[in-house]
């Protein structure tokens, strides 16, 4: 028992030390407005005469002066994520530039020699082009998100894998989390949480079921027994050896379930809000899982860096619980599902593109290709 005290412990206080990356600029509802300002900024590049194809001339290097380079260091700024490039506002070819070219090249695979010559310059203008599509896709997506801010709610950017708890204008708490992988995406949704669930059952969807549980079963007759699991049709426990694996419709006519227990792909708690897609938050025993991105491991479901915070903030708020109470319930061990009293908004989205707290731009990869 002493033991299990510890472990729990250690469970409900893992240290996970990568950072998140999120930091925007507040309110949300200002998002749209303040990516279309860079937008028109980056447009007005885009038109201008010096910046198009054929209006370069010739190879510019370190110490040379042209029209062309306080263009180019603004565009290397936008697609590199940069902003010290146009910070002196001139036209000369310095260091600065020479050493961003550099890396640039290098990035994408061409000749690094600190030039601005045709070849480099036409990638350059092949990502900038993406950087403005991207600011303009993520401008309406901005845009179309309107959530209720008059009481707190969960921000989840699957893009950047990471979740905001957010109370007027400001973050509560903030943390990594892991997606569904790029064969399984997890789903852009509205939803609300009414359940918070204590060593949960893993009741495994069907989904995962058909393809990845079955083929286990056809090789290993004794695989529910050795899993700590069981089959049930209805309120009735099923003999694994007893059913045809083989049958099409066995996802429709029987439910497996993984009994509470520290390996269980659920943790020691799960958040419960209603969707089509049979998704949920909840804790994981994977937690050095949290220490890579992309963080793309799971079926669509949302793994939480951060799951026995969110679960001491939500049930305080609601039921007035103090955290005591809510860590002694998942020491217990025991499998306890609480309804909320107010539940909880949820927004899924996908954003590659923010405005953070500084006025910069902020940028993540467009993992499932959306934009």
């Known amino acids: 028992m002493i033991f299990k005290f510890f472990l729990l412990t250690f469970f409900l206080n893992y240290p996970v030390k990568k950072e998140t990356n999120l930091n925007y600029k507040f309110p949300i509802s200002n998002q749209s407005k303040q990516i279309n300002e860079y937008l028109n900024f980056y447009k007005k590049i885009e038109q201008s005469d010096n910046w198009l194809y054929q209006n370069f001339k010739k190879e510019l290097k370190s110490g040379d002066s042209s029209t062309l380079i306080i263009q180019t260091k603004q565009v290397l700024n936008l697609i590199d994520n940069k902003t010290f490039l146009d910070k002196k506002n001139t036209n000369v070819f310095d260091k600065e530039l020479e050493n961003a070219i550099k890396l640039f090249q290098k990035n994408n695979n061409l000749e690094i020699n600190?030039?601005?010559?045709?070849t480099t310059f036409n990638v350059i203008q092949k990502k900038?082009?993406?950087?403005?599509?991207?600011?303009l896709i993520n401008s309406k997506r901005w845009e179309n998100f309107k959530p209720d801010s008059s009481k707190p709610f969960i921000f989840?950017?699957?893009?950047?894998?990471?979740?905001?708890?957010?109370?007027r204008d400001s973050t509560l708490l903030n943390m990594n989390i892991i997606i569904g992988r790029t064969d399984r995406k997890t789903p852009i949704l509205n939803s609300k949480i009414y359940y918070v669930e204590f060593n949960p059952y893993w009741v495994i969807p069907p989904g995962i079921m058909k393809k990845d549980l079955i083929p286990k079963l056809l090789k290993d007759p004794n695989y529910i027994e050795n899993n700590n699991m069981k089959i049930v049709m209805g309120n009735t426990s099923i003999n694994q050896t007893?059913?045809?694996?083989?049958?099409?419709?066995?996802?429709?006519?029987?439910?497996?379930?993984?009994?509470?227990?520290?390996?269980?792909p659920m943790g020691v708690v799960k958040f419960e809000f209603p969707n089509r897609n049979y998704i949920y938050l909840h804790d994981t025993p994977n937690k050095e899982l949290f220490l890579k991105?992309?963080?793309?491991?799971?079926?669509?479901?949302?793994?939480?860096e951060k799951a026995t915070?969110?679960?001491?903030?939500?049930l305080k708020n609601d039921l007035n619980w103090e955290n005591k109470k809510t860590d002694n319930l998942i020491i217990k061990g025991e499998n306890k599902k609480i309804k909320l009293i107010t539940p909880l908004n949820i927004y899924n989205n996908y954003f590659t593109v923010w405005v953070k707290n500084d006025n910069s731009l902020g940028f993540t990869e467009d993992i499932y290709n959306l934009d």
């Not at 915070?309 to 939500?314: C, F, K, M, Q, V």
């Open 242 to 264: 007893t059913i045809n694996w083989n049958d099409t419709d066995v996802i429709n006519l029987y439910k497996i379930v993984e009994y509470p227990n520290f390996k269980n």
């Open 128 to 135: 900038f082009n993406k950087r403005i599509h991207q600011l």
């Open 309 to 314: 915070e969110l679960a001491r903030y939500i």
């Open 156 to 167: 989840i950017n699957i893009a950047s894998q990471e979740l905001l708890l957010i109370k």
């Open 114 to 118: 600190g030039r601005l010559n045709q």
């Open 293 to 304: 991105k992309p963080a793309m491991y799971s079926s669509g479901c949302i793994r939480l």
